[in-house]
Nanobody
Framework: QVQLVESGGGLVQPGGSPRLSCAAS???????????LGWYRQAPGKQRELVAS???????NYADSVTGRFNIARDNDKNTVYLQMNSLNSDDTAVYYC?????????WGQGTQVTVSS
């Protein structure tokens, strides 16, 4: 079992650059490096969507809407995955969720709200 806890959300001004963190703990924390990780978001009235992902081999993938603005990174020594967000706009307002999966194991964090507003 893996517990994921996101942090770093909140109220951000347009153009801001917050960084989200997701720390993993639990019995499977020692094999964190094997997990493929992702950040998803869900805006009000919309489906949850993949924002960025990073494999256990450090290959990354981004949604078109965030390419060039967001960066996903992982630190296996700290069991943490990050999402650096830049040039935020109102369309980025959503609850952001961390995901870890490995074979048939799939874990989600509780989510952190990011609201872009002046």
């Amino acid at each position: 079992q893996v517990q994921l806890v996101e942090s770093g959300g909140g109220l951000v001004q347009p153009g801001g650059s917050p960084r989200l963190s997701c720390a993993a703990s639990g019995r499977s924390g020692s094999i964190f490096r094997l997990y493929n990780l992702g950040w998803y978001r869900q805006a009000p009235g919309k489906q949850r969507e993949l924002v960025a992902s990073i494999t256990n081999g450090f290959a990354t993938n981004y949604a078109d809407s965030v390419t060039g603005r967001f960066n996903i990174a992982r630190d296996n020594d700290k069991n943490t995955v990050y999402l650096q967000m830049n040039s935020l706009n109102s369309d980025d307002t959503a609850v952001y969720y961390c995901n870890a999966h490995l074979y048939n194991a799939d874990y989600w964090g509780q989510g952190t709200q990011v609201t872009v507003s002046s």
